[in-house]
């Protein structure tokens, strides 16, 4: 016999397990199924930290899905009783005209967000782990800071489990067969009736949607772990997040030392290396480790004496460097979520309730129009 569920949900990292929980603490029916394990290391959400903030310098109308997103993962902190955002601050440094600077003061300004500019002497005052150049300044976004990645994911699935979600790992989804009233999903080793269906794949995600071959591009990411000598220095009252925009050689983002390997560092999108999801990540190699090296040395000095650790990750770009959450060209009953082009996690969240919102109600409240096929899936 088949078995039946209110909604299928395929692929449980980030948006997958948000997804799973909230549809699940509604009364569906959920059936999650994970081609691995949750936060594996070839999926897009592993390494401890994923920035959040609220004055959003990439687009100033991400600020109302950021404030639900903060009240959910404070909701998911409650109910799991344990921390899973840590509010540091977050540095946006540059030069003033900058993108980050600019369209972060912009976004501040229209939404009314508390923030302060910092120049390079009062950074060197409050924050002295950066170097910043004569004609830099730090927009300082009190409420930034951090979530640790696998806590969400496994807590967001602990509760799905405890809501009565059936949670399938090592199953790989390899159709999704339309039906008349709902969706049979295929695995290896499994059929099973949904009324609706998430696919939610991350790096894969065009294996299910094929009319994403052309848009979702996975690329390779990488990230290195630095030990300060002057641990002080480097600690989340002296050091918040931060992104940083080097002009031509792109932007950066790290961490201050929140767990034992210490500051962590990354370059946003690398090198825009294109990969192919159904092979291994390339391990990290010189060059990954000398851009990293480079900015590190330059840029923050004092806490970056040591490379510890590097490690591989994924993006899923689309054109625009948006989000696409919508449903399936022709089908009502599929609803897709990106991997969100390198910026996604701190929407996980809010991501998860415009999922559970589509399929069980038809359409949501939140505004999500940016995110539309339409929008997102054409060239850029
Ligand atoms: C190094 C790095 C740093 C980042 N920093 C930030 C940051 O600071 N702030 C921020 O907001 N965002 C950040 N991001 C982006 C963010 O992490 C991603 O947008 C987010 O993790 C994507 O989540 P996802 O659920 O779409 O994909 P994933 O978490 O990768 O989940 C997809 C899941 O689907 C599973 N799957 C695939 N195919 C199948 C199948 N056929 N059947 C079953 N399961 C399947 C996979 O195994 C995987 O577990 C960063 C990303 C990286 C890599």
Redo the contacts with the bound molecule.
């Keep these: 016999m088949v078995a039946e569920f209110d909604v299928a949900i395929?692929?449980?990292?980030?948006?997958?397990s948000a997804a799973a929980s909230i549809a699940a603490s509604r009364g569906a029916k959920v059936l999650g199924?994970?081609?691995?394990f949750?936060?594996?290391a070839?999926?897009?959400?592993h390494?401890d930290?994923?920035?959040?903030r609220l004055g959003y310098f990439e687009d100033p109308s991400y600020v109302p899905l950021l404030r639900r997103a903060y009240e959910n993962w404070r909701a998911l902190e409650t109910r799991l009783r344990a921390d899973v955002l840590s509010v540091t601050g977050v540095l946006q440094i540059g030069r003033p005209d900058s993108k980050i600077v600019s369209g972060t003061q912009a976004a501040c300004a229209l939404h009314g967000l508390p923030h302060e500019v910092l120049d390079r002497a009062e950074m060197a005052r409050r924050y002295p782990a950066f170097a910043l150049d004569r004609d830099e300044v730090a927009v300082l976004d009190p409420q930034g800071g951090?979530i640790r990645?696998e806590a969400a994911?496994m807590g967001y699935l602990k509760l799905a489990a405890e809501d009565g979600a059936e949670l399938h790992f090592g199953?790989?989804?390899?159709a999704i067969d339309p039906e008349a009233d709902g969706v049979t999903v295929r695995?290896a080793t499994g059929r099973y009736r949904a009324r609706k269906a998430i696919i939610?794949?991350?790096?894969?995600i065009a294996?299910?949607v094929p009319e994403l071959v052309p848009y979702a591009k996975p690329i390779r990411?990488v990230?290195a772990w630095y030990q300060p000598d002057d641990g002080f220095l480097a600690q989340p009252g002296r050091m918040p997040c931060f992104l940083r925009d080097e002009g031509d050689n792109g932007s950066f983002?790290g961490f201050p030392a929140i767990g034992v390997d210490g500051v962590k560092i990354?370059r946003h999108a690398h090198f825009r290396e294109p990969i192919d999801p159904t092979k291994p990540n390339a391990p990290v190699n010189d060059a990954d480790t000398d851009l990293l090296d480079g900015f590190a040395q330059k840029r923050l000095p004092q806490v970056t004496s040591h490379r510890v650790r590097a490690t591989t990750?994924?993006?899923?770009m689309l054109p625009a460097e948006d989000f696409l959450i919508d449903f399936a060209p022709g089908n009502s009953n599929v609803v897709i979520?990106?991997?969100?082009?390198?910026?996604?996690?701190?929407?996980?969240s809010v991501v998860g309730e415009i999922l559970a919102d589509l399929v069980l109600l038809g359409g949501s409240e939140l505004p999500s129009s940016l995110f539309s096929f339409a929008r997102n899936a054409r060239d850029g």
């Design positions: 395929i692929g449980l990292g980030a948006m997958g199924i994970e081609a691995h949750p936060a594996h070839l999926s897009s959400s390494g930290s994923r920035i959040i951090y990645p994911i199953e790989r989804v390899v695995s939610a794949t991350g790096a894969w294996e299910l990411q990230v983002f990354g990750c994924r993006y899923t979520s990106s991997a969100c082009s390198g910026h996604g996690f701190k929407f996980a």
